[in-house]
């Protein structure tokens, strides 16, 4: 029975099944061994362990992933894969299944009948900020994410209060999960190679992740503070509560959403919880 170590290089079958990425769907191919076993390695996972993948393409982070003795749920939308991911599942001693589907809207406790799982993901670059706020703030919460974005997304997500990169997307993910940039991916690594660097973040859900009411209320306050973030958030916050809600929440009302940290911004939230 031919296992994954007997299966023929990704980039023969690429060219064996004539498949070139799909820009529509902003796939860039990984088919570099080391990069996908490295951060098989940061995503922590071992024998038996469960993975979601989303967006697993030829399957070049698939295999890593199973080298690992871990099982994986791999959800793709672009059903030319199909071929070249029933071959790899065929191999992988049962241990690898396929999703055809949006993963936008694929219900992940279904997925993993309720078991805990693990999500490991070179996401498709047009879709990774909204899936991650999705396994941040939705229903199913992952024991971790292992996650590569563009890196310009990467430091948004990891940025510090008073960076440039500090925003919305920070905020949420901070409050939500320990965030770490773990890796640098340079663009050669890629087939064919994107026009901007990449970077691996690895999440792991705090144990005082926001209660969801708290968590809505924090996602409703982000917005306005920074949808207007050179205002001081007495102008920004003003149709939540302005000044006032400021007060509430012990913050000076003349500070900008940039100079603002985590507790600030949950401290918002509350207050205009609180106020209703």
């Known amino acids: 029975m031919t296992g994954i170590d007997d299966l023929p290089p990704l980039r023969e079958t690429l060219a064996e099944h004539g498949l070139l ?14 990069i996908t076993r490295k951060i098989a390695r940061l995503a922590e996972v071992g024998d038996g362990d469960l993975v979601i993948e989303v967006g697993p393409g030829p399957g070049g982070l698939t295999r890593a992933l199973l080298e690992t003795g871990a099982r994986v749920i791999a959800v793709e939308k672009d059903v030319r894969f199909e071929p070249l991911l029933q071959e790899l599942a065929a191999a992988a001693d049962g241990r690898l299944s ?7 809207d694929v219900d992940e406790a279904a997925l993993s009948a309720g078991a805990p799982a693990a999500i490991v993901s070179n996401l498709p ?14 229903p199913y919460t992952p024991v971790s994410q292992t996650l590569m974005f563009q890196k310009e997304v990467a430091e948004r997500i990891v940025a510090s209060p008073g960076s ?24 050669r690594a890629f087939t064919p190679p994107p026009k901007v ?12 992740r926001p209660e969801p009411v708290l968590l809505g209320a924090l996602q409703k306050i982000t917005q306005a503070a920074f949808g207007q973030r050179r205002k001081m958030l007495r ?7 302005g000044e006032a809600l400021c007060v509430a929440a012990g913050l000076a009302a003349d ?16 207050a205009w919880l609180d106020q209703r």
């Open 21 to 34: 990425a799909n820009k529509a769907f902003g796939q860039h191919f990984l088919l570099d061994l080391n």
């Open 197 to 208: 660097a990449s970077a691996v973040v690895r999440l792991v859900p705090r144990a005082d």
């Open 164 to 187: 440039d990169a500090y925003g919305r997307l920070a905020v949420i993910a901070q409050a939500c999960a320990e965030a770490r940039l773990v890796m640098d991916v340079p663009a």
């Open 255 to 270: 500070a900008r959403a940039e100079t603002i940290d985590i507790p600030g911004f949950l401290a918002l939230a509350q």
């Open 98 to 104: 396929l999703v055809l589907g949006d993963a936008l």
């Open 125 to 138: 670059y047009n879709v990774g900020t909204p899936l991650l706020i999705k396994w941040l703030t939705g």
């Open 235 to 241: 102008s920004s916050l003003k149709p939540l509560g």
